[in-house]
Protein backbone atom coordinates (compact mmCIF):
# COMPACT_ATOMS: atom_id res chain seq x y z
CA UNK A 1 0.00 0.00 0.00
CA UNK A 2 1.12 3.65 -0.88
CA UNK A 3 1.68 6.33 2.17
CA UNK A 4 0.64 9.72 1.53
CA UNK A 5 1.64 12.54 4.65
CA UNK A 6 -0.96 15.23 4.27
CA UNK A 7 -0.61 19.07 6.40
CA UNK A 8 -3.33 20.60 7.13
CA UNK A 9 -5.76 17.69 6.68
CA UNK A 10 -8.26 18.10 8.98
CA UNK A 11 -10.39 20.78 6.98
CA UNK A 12 -11.04 22.54 4.01
CA UNK A 13 -9.10 21.01 1.00
CA UNK A 14 -6.57 18.79 3.20
CA UNK A 15 -9.37 17.28 4.54
CA UNK A 16 -10.82 16.30 1.44
CA UNK A 17 -7.89 15.21 -0.18
CA UNK A 18 -7.02 13.01 2.33
CA UNK A 19 -10.52 11.34 1.61
CA UNK A 20 -9.92 11.22 -1.80
CA UNK A 21 -6.38 9.92 -1.82
CA UNK A 22 -7.33 7.01 0.76
CA UNK A 23 -10.85 6.10 -1.39
CA UNK A 24 -8.10 5.38 -4.31
CA UNK A 25 -6.65 2.95 -2.27
CA UNK A 26 -3.70 5.16 -0.22
CA UNK A 27 -2.63 5.17 3.35
CA UNK A 28 -3.18 8.75 4.97
CA UNK A 29 -1.19 10.61 7.56
CA UNK A 30 -2.75 13.22 8.36
CA UNK A 31 -1.65 16.25 10.05
CA UNK A 32 -3.91 18.82 12.26
CA UNK A 33 -2.89 22.44 14.12
CA UNK A 34 -5.55 23.54 16.43
CA UNK A 35 -7.98 21.06 16.85
CA UNK A 36 -7.01 17.29 17.67
CA UNK A 37 -10.97 16.59 17.55
CA UNK A 38 -11.40 16.95 13.73
CA UNK A 39 -7.96 15.33 13.20
CA UNK A 40 -9.07 12.49 14.62
CA UNK A 41 -12.80 12.53 13.36
CA UNK A 42 -11.09 12.76 9.89
CA UNK A 43 -8.79 9.86 10.43
CA UNK A 44 -11.66 7.66 11.65
CA UNK A 45 -13.91 8.83 9.09
CA UNK A 46 -11.30 7.44 6.53
CA UNK A 47 -10.81 4.23 8.60
CA UNK A 48 -15.14 3.78 8.46
CA UNK A 49 -14.70 3.98 4.70
CA UNK A 50 -12.24 0.94 4.72
CA UNK A 51 -9.26 2.98 4.67
CA UNK A 52 -6.12 3.69 6.62
CA UNK A 53 -4.97 6.25 8.38
CA UNK A 54 -3.23 8.29 11.32
CA UNK A 55 -4.02 11.85 12.69
CA UNK A 56 -0.77 13.77 13.84
CA UNK A 57 -0.01 17.31 15.19
CA UNK A 58 1.97 19.68 13.68
CA UNK A 59 2.35 23.00 13.70
CA UNK A 60 4.43 23.80 10.48
CA UNK A 61 5.93 26.63 10.95
CA UNK A 62 7.67 25.69 13.93
CA UNK A 63 11.29 24.53 13.10
CA UNK A 64 11.58 22.91 16.61
CA UNK A 65 8.90 20.30 15.88
CA UNK A 66 10.07 19.14 12.70
CA UNK A 67 12.38 16.55 13.75
CA UNK A 68 9.71 15.12 16.80
CA UNK A 69 6.98 15.02 13.41
CA UNK A 70 9.38 13.00 11.60
CA UNK A 71 10.14 10.35 14.28
CA UNK A 72 6.38 10.86 14.82
CA UNK A 73 5.91 9.52 11.31
CA UNK A 74 8.53 6.48 11.15
CA UNK A 75 7.01 5.79 14.53
CA UNK A 76 3.40 5.78 12.74
CA UNK A 77 4.54 3.72 9.84
CA UNK A 78 5.90 0.86 11.16
CA UNK A 79 3.12 0.57 13.94
CA UNK A 80 0.08 1.35 11.46
CA UNK A 81 1.85 -0.26 8.00
CA UNK A 82 4.81 -2.06 8.67
CA UNK A 83 6.99 0.20 6.21
CA UNK A 84 10.03 2.80 6.97
CA UNK A 85 9.06 4.84 4.01
CA UNK A 86 6.21 6.95 3.09
CA UNK A 87 5.22 7.77 -1.17
CA UNK A 88 3.46 11.01 -1.35
CA UNK A 89 3.81 14.33 0.72
CA UNK A 90 0.81 16.61 0.02
CA UNK A 91 1.72 20.24 1.25
CA UNK A 92 -1.56 22.09 2.18
CA UNK A 93 -1.47 23.36 5.50
CA UNK A 94 -2.13 27.13 5.53
CA UNK A 95 -3.72 29.92 6.96
CA UNK A 96 -5.69 32.38 5.50
CA UNK A 97 -5.85 36.67 6.62
CA UNK A 98 -8.30 39.39 5.62
CA UNK A 99 -7.24 42.39 3.46
CA UNK A 100 -4.27 44.13 4.25
CA UNK A 101 -3.45 47.40 2.62
CA UNK A 102 0.98 46.96 2.58
CA UNK A 103 0.98 50.41 4.22
CA UNK A 104 -0.52 48.40 7.19
CA UNK A 105 0.77 44.86 7.05
CA UNK A 106 2.84 44.44 10.20
CA UNK A 107 6.11 42.22 10.41
CA UNK A 108 4.27 39.49 12.87
CA UNK A 109 1.70 38.89 9.43
CA UNK A 110 4.08 38.76 7.28
CA UNK A 111 6.40 36.56 9.68
CA UNK A 112 3.39 34.65 10.16
CA UNK A 113 3.15 33.99 6.14
CA UNK A 114 6.08 33.21 5.37
CA UNK A 115 6.43 30.61 8.50
CA UNK A 116 3.45 28.69 7.52
CA UNK A 117 3.63 28.92 3.72
CA UNK A 118 7.23 29.13 2.97
CA UNK A 119 9.90 28.13 5.06
CA UNK A 120 7.23 25.57 6.61
CA UNK A 121 7.01 23.67 4.07
CA UNK A 122 10.48 24.37 2.72
CA UNK A 123 12.27 22.73 6.14
CA UNK A 124 9.40 19.81 6.57
CA UNK A 125 9.71 18.55 2.79
CA UNK A 126 13.71 18.56 3.45
CA UNK A 127 12.96 16.61 6.96
CA UNK A 128 10.85 14.02 5.76
CA UNK A 129 12.98 13.47 2.47
CA UNK A 130 15.02 10.89 3.44
CA UNK A 131 11.83 9.13 4.42
CA UNK A 132 10.14 9.34 0.72
CA UNK A 133 10.15 6.46 -1.61
CA UNK A 134 12.02 7.27 -4.85
CA UNK A 135 9.56 7.70 -7.52
CA UNK A 136 7.66 9.41 -5.34
CA UNK A 137 5.41 13.10 -5.59
CA UNK A 138 5.18 15.79 -3.75
CA UNK A 139 2.19 18.24 -4.32
CA UNK A 140 2.24 21.84 -3.05
CA UNK A 141 -1.16 23.62 -2.21
CA UNK A 142 -0.80 27.10 -3.59
CA UNK A 143 -3.34 29.42 -4.51
CA UNK A 144 -4.37 31.11 -8.17
CA UNK A 145 -3.08 34.60 -5.86
CA UNK A 146 0.17 33.64 -6.47
CA UNK A 147 0.48 32.89 -10.82
CA UNK A 148 1.35 36.11 -13.24
CA UNK A 149 -2.10 35.66 -15.03
CA UNK A 150 -4.06 36.43 -11.83
CA UNK A 151 -5.43 40.19 -11.22
CA UNK A 152 -3.90 41.09 -7.83
CA UNK A 153 -6.08 42.04 -5.01
CA UNK A 154 -5.30 44.63 -3.06
CA UNK A 155 -4.79 43.93 0.90
CA UNK A 156 -2.70 40.62 0.01
CA UNK A 157 0.14 41.70 -1.71
CA UNK A 158 2.14 38.64 1.64
CA UNK A 159 -0.12 35.77 0.73
CA UNK A 160 0.17 36.30 -2.94
CA UNK A 161 3.62 36.75 -2.18
CA UNK A 162 4.56 33.48 -0.60
CA UNK A 163 2.07 31.70 -2.56
CA UNK A 164 3.74 33.02 -5.81
CA UNK A 165 7.13 31.48 -3.73
CA UNK A 166 5.42 28.04 -3.25
CA UNK A 167 5.06 28.59 -7.54
CA UNK A 168 8.72 28.91 -7.86
CA UNK A 169 9.69 26.31 -4.91
CA UNK A 170 7.76 23.99 -7.44
CA UNK A 171 10.07 24.46 -10.29
CA UNK A 172 13.22 24.24 -8.09
CA UNK A 173 12.61 21.04 -6.18
CA UNK A 174 11.56 19.06 -9.79
CA UNK A 175 14.42 19.70 -10.70
CA UNK A 176 16.76 18.69 -7.42
CA UNK A 177 14.95 15.78 -7.32
CA UNK A 178 14.34 14.11 -10.55
CA UNK A 179 17.61 12.22 -9.84
CA UNK A 180 15.30 10.10 -7.77
CA UNK A 181 12.45 9.90 -10.16
CA UNK A 182 10.53 12.12 -7.85
CA UNK A 183 7.82 14.58 -9.46
CA UNK A 184 6.82 17.77 -7.51
CA UNK A 185 3.53 19.75 -9.16
CA UNK A 186 1.48 22.29 -7.61
CA UNK A 187 -2.05 22.73 -7.24
CA UNK A 188 -3.48 26.71 -7.58
CA UNK A 189 -6.99 26.95 -6.24
CA UNK A 190 -9.05 30.01 -7.06
CA UNK A 191 -11.95 31.23 -4.80
CA UNK A 192 -12.67 28.46 -2.64
CA UNK A 193 -14.85 27.66 -0.24
CA UNK A 194 -12.97 26.35 2.95
CA UNK A 195 -12.77 27.12 6.86
CA UNK A 196 -9.68 30.01 6.26
CA UNK A 197 -10.31 33.80 6.24
CA UNK A 198 -12.40 32.98 8.77
CA UNK A 199 -14.93 30.70 7.26
CA UNK A 200 -16.03 33.63 4.63
CA UNK A 201 -18.13 32.20 3.05
CA UNK A 202 -20.58 30.47 5.82
CA UNK A 203 -19.91 33.96 7.51
CA UNK A 204 -21.39 36.44 4.49
CA UNK A 205 -23.82 34.20 2.03
CA UNK A 206 -23.58 37.29 0.09
CA UNK A 207 -19.87 37.37 -0.99
CA UNK A 208 -20.83 34.10 -3.20
CA UNK A 209 -22.90 35.33 -6.14
CA UNK A 210 -20.32 38.07 -7.01
CA UNK A 211 -17.53 35.70 -6.74
CA UNK A 212 -19.70 33.19 -9.10
CA UNK A 213 -20.75 35.50 -11.75
CA UNK A 214 -17.02 35.95 -12.67
CA UNK A 215 -16.66 32.51 -12.70
CA UNK A 216 -16.82 30.83 -16.33
CA UNK A 217 -18.31 27.94 -14.62
CA UNK A 218 -20.81 29.73 -12.59
CA UNK A 219 -20.31 28.46 -8.55
CA UNK A 220 -17.48 29.16 -6.20
CA UNK A 221 -14.86 26.54 -5.67
CA UNK A 222 -15.45 23.42 -3.38
CA UNK A 223 -12.87 21.46 -1.22
CA UNK A 224 -13.65 18.65 -3.21
CA UNK A 225 -12.97 19.99 -6.43
CA UNK A 226 -9.18 20.63 -5.70
CA UNK A 227 -8.75 17.44 -3.84
CA UNK A 228 -10.09 15.10 -7.11
CA UNK A 229 -6.75 17.36 -8.94
CA UNK A 230 -4.23 16.78 -5.78
CA UNK A 231 -5.19 13.02 -5.56
CA UNK A 232 -4.91 12.95 -9.69
CA UNK A 233 -1.19 14.59 -9.56
CA UNK A 234 -0.40 11.61 -7.38
CA UNK A 235 -1.49 9.38 -9.41
CA UNK A 236 0.27 6.64 -12.16
CA UNK A 237 -2.26 8.84 -14.71
CA UNK A 238 0.26 12.38 -13.46
CA UNK A 239 3.49 10.03 -14.19
CA UNK A 240 4.97 12.59 -16.79
CA UNK A 241 4.05 15.51 -15.31
CA UNK A 242 6.47 17.35 -12.87
CA UNK A 243 7.53 21.06 -12.41
CA UNK A 244 3.77 21.96 -12.93
CA UNK A 245 1.22 24.23 -11.62
CA UNK A 246 -2.15 23.52 -12.37
CA UNK A 247 -4.75 26.33 -11.92
CA UNK A 248 -8.05 25.03 -10.28
CA UNK A 249 -10.41 28.19 -10.48
CA UNK A 250 -13.12 27.08 -12.76
CA UNK A 251 -11.92 30.02 -14.92
CA UNK A 252 -12.12 32.70 -12.51
CA UNK A 253 -11.71 36.09 -14.45
CA UNK A 254 -12.00 34.68 -17.95
Given at each position: MQIAVITGG????????AYEVAKRGVGVILT???????????????????????????????????????????????????????????????????????EETSEELFDQMVGVHLKGPYFLTQSLLPLMTDGGAVVFTTSSAGLLSSQPSPGYSVYGSVKGAQVVLTRYLAKELSA???????????????RLGGDAFAQHPELIP????????????????????????????????????LEASGGYGL
Open positions: SSGIGQAAYHGSAERGLETAERIEKDGGTAVALQLDVSSQGALSGFREAVSAALRERWGRDSFDFLVNNAGVGQGPVPFRGIRVNAVAPGVTRTPVAAATALGRIGESEDVAAIIAFLLSPEAGWLTAQT
